[in-house]
Every structure is written in C-alpha cells, then in structure tokens.
C-alpha cells in the first residue's frame, strides 16, 4: 500500500497507533531522500507525500473515538504529536483536547492560536470548556464566554467559578426535570420532545414551579406505569444530591456506597441547578488516582513522557534532593558506628535487612491508610484504635520474622549473640515502622497535604534512619 496506513477497522488503540507509527517512520524516510524545498504542504508534509497514504491517515482518525486519537496523540514525540495533531479536522479539536493528558494537552495548545481554539470551545458545552479553561490563556476564555448565547454564558461563568475538586468543578447542565404536578402521560410527551437523553441518565428529578428539587422519577418506573398516574405518586423523595460547593472527593464517595449513575446538584435554597454524573465522576478519580500514583515518586501531571530531558530533571529534581537529604541522614547515623562496623564486620551485612523488612513494613501501612483516609473512615477514635491494632501486627511480625533471621545469622556466622541483637532490633524497627506508617499520613492529612505524596519518602527515612540506628546501637552495646 506504499507505505499508507490500513483502513480504521475494529482494532485497539495500540494497533491504531503503530499504523500512525508505521507511516510517520515512513514520512520521514521519504523525507531524507527528498530535496529540500520550501514548499512543504499543510501540516509541514511535502507535496510528494500528500498523496493516498494521508488521505487514508486522515480517514483512519476520523473514524476513531477522541479518546483513540489521545491514546495515539500521547504516545508520539513531539514533533509527530504535532503532524498528527495538524491531519484531525479542527470541528474535533475540541473533544480531543479534553481526552488528552494536561501534559500532552499544553504541547497541543502551544501549536494553536488564539481563533483556533475559541473554535475548538464551540462544539463543547459549558462544563466541558470549564474543564479545559484552566490551560488556556485568560484573553482566550474571555472571548470563549463572549462567543456563548446567553443561557450557555451564564452557565460557563458559573462553572469556571467553583475551584478544582469541588462538585461545581464536575457538574453539567443537562438536567432532565419535570414538575411533580403532572400525569405519566404528560412527562412522557415531555421526554419524547428530546432528540435523545443525555448520557447517564436513569431518573428525571421532579421539581415545582419554583424549581426546587422534590425528588427523583427511575424512568424504568415512569415506563410501565398507567398514562393517567400523577407522578407526584411515583417519585422517590429521599434523593441523594449534592451542593455545588461541596468536596468531588465526598461526591465520588458517595456514587461508590450508592451506586449512582447521576445526581442532582441543587443551590443553597434548595433549586435544581445541575447534575452530577457518574462519568464525570469516574473522570476525576481516575485523575486524582495518577495524580497520586505520580506524586508517591516524586513526579507531576505536567511532565510529557516526552518532554526534553532538561524539563524532566527539573521536575524531578526537588524529589531527589529531598530523597538525598534523608538518604544522608541516614548514612550519618552508620557513620557514627564505623567502629562497631570495623570491630564486627557481619554488621554491615546485616543492617541493611532490618532496615528494608522495616520499610516494607511500613509501606503497607501507609497503603491501607491512605485508602481508608480516602474513604472518610477514619477518625480520631478509629486512629487510636487502628494504632493498637498496627503495633500488635508490628510486634507480632517482629517476634516472628525477628527469630527467624537471627537464627538465620546465628548459623551465618556461629554468634549467638549477634543473632539475639538482630531479633530484637527486628522487633523494635517494625514497631517504629507501624508508628511511622499510621503518624506520617495522618499528620499529612491533618495539615492539609495529600497522604499519598510524600509519605513513602519520610516513611523509608524513619525506618532506614531508626532501623541503622537501633540494630547499630544494640550490637555496640552488647556485642562490641
């Protein structure tokens, strides 16, 4: 096929995005051997290239769903993002832009003026433009919010005016409402006036004349009820909704324990306003879950997996010199025992091991934490009890896995002693490392830091630090 790319069919995303792969590599193998000339077609491809093989690469991104061509996007450099980027039809530049990662989505923004993006904002609706808001230009936003009508006007202005991880932040305006005042028959002529329902809506929430929110209708129920039934007989009154104001991480919390597909979102007096869905929803923990997953090793959202190599020592920098700091410290507590390491050489060998269990030890902690402290199950009575409850797993642990090495070492190395010394600095570290793992997240969580960034670098400060310090300090004691 001279090198073209083979028809959009039923594939998965990694397929799709060798084929591009496969076609870049092949555009610039063409390329070396062409002379240069300054008469590169759109996009940056010369004349000779603009041939079947790109119309069959446009063809196969049309027919893919925007979050495929973000997959394909986010896995090229740079240079190749942006030649695939400037190949999809600009009335789906919009759509796409909210797919991508922030990173790739910065890359993205950077080769686009100023009109084509107020472009790519027309085909989205109002939540959706408030969630790519935050990366564009502030002169781009105002003009985005004087090309909307009205109604969508004030719809933007509301939702940009919720900070990030609020439910006002999440929220969409695509609410399904009737009034409590009606038959069956009347709302189902109501519902049969849309083009189609929007997505993940199982309910239409009734409200009164006013607007105020009264309950929700399951349209499952609405569908095999008698036409002449009123729905104010039909309706569930009990409705769990949400303030704009309040925390999407309590939101998500909440479509977990109830199995949400949507909520309302209702004003302090009680007024529909919006909706809250499980997609956005799902969204926004996924986020936070990379979010988190990035930050537990030092790494930020806003790093390209191919960025420069100056830009991705520079974030991860401040990471490693902390990691030094601790790591130093750490060796200034071995330091202070070269002595006993110089008389007793099996205690180099050892200490490592005390430290390590320690630290795994700790991690695990630290792991069911963070998710319970996600979860809002813990409080200061669950604190106390949970540290009880985590200590006597550490002594247990420690009794158990403590024997266990210091026969190890006492057969290693025919000491008795030594192998005394190593189970009961065994003992003590994953004590030291229940503490830690229970102390490090709750004190993060209590100053307003996320528990799961940072607490895994201060967690193997404490037990590599203590762990040195308590098996060294026992061995000089009582060995040396």
Known sequence: MNGAVEPARSATPQEHLDAVSRWLAKRRAVEALLPRSSESGPHGVHPTLQGEALAEVRARLDALHPADVAFILEGLPLEDRLV?????????????????????????????????????????????????????PQEVVQDIIEAQDDEERAQLQSALSYPEGSVGALMDFETVSIREDVTCEVALRYLRRFEALPPQTDAAFVTDRQGHLKGALPLNRLLVSDLEVPVASLIEREVISFSPDAQASEAATAFERYDLV?????????????????????????????????????????????????????NRGPWLALNLCTAFVASRVVGAFEGSIEKLAALAALMPIVAGIGGNSGNQTVALLVRALALEKVSAATARRLLAKEAGIGLLNGLLWGSVLGAVAWLLYDNAALGGVMALAMVLNLLVAALAGLLIPLSLDRFGRDPAVGSSVFLTFVTDSMGFFIFLGLATALLV
């Open 262 to 314: 949507c909520a309302p979102v209702v004003s302090s007096d009680g007024r529909l306003i919006a909706r809250l869905t499980v997609d956005s929803v799902l969204t926004y923990v996924r986020e936070r879950q990379e979010a988190q997953a990035l930050g537990s090793v030092g790494l930020r959202e806003e790093e390209d997996l191919f960025s420069s190599v100056w830009t991705s020592a520079k």
């Open 84 to 136: 695939v980027w400037g190949l999809v039809r600009s009335d789906r530049d919009g759509e796409i832009l909210l797919e991508v990662s922030d990173a790739v989505r910065d890359t993205l923004l950077a080769d686009m003026d100023s009109a084509e993006m107020v472009a790519a904002a027309q085909s989205l609706d109002a939540d959706e433009i408030a969630d790519l808001a935050p990366d564009l």
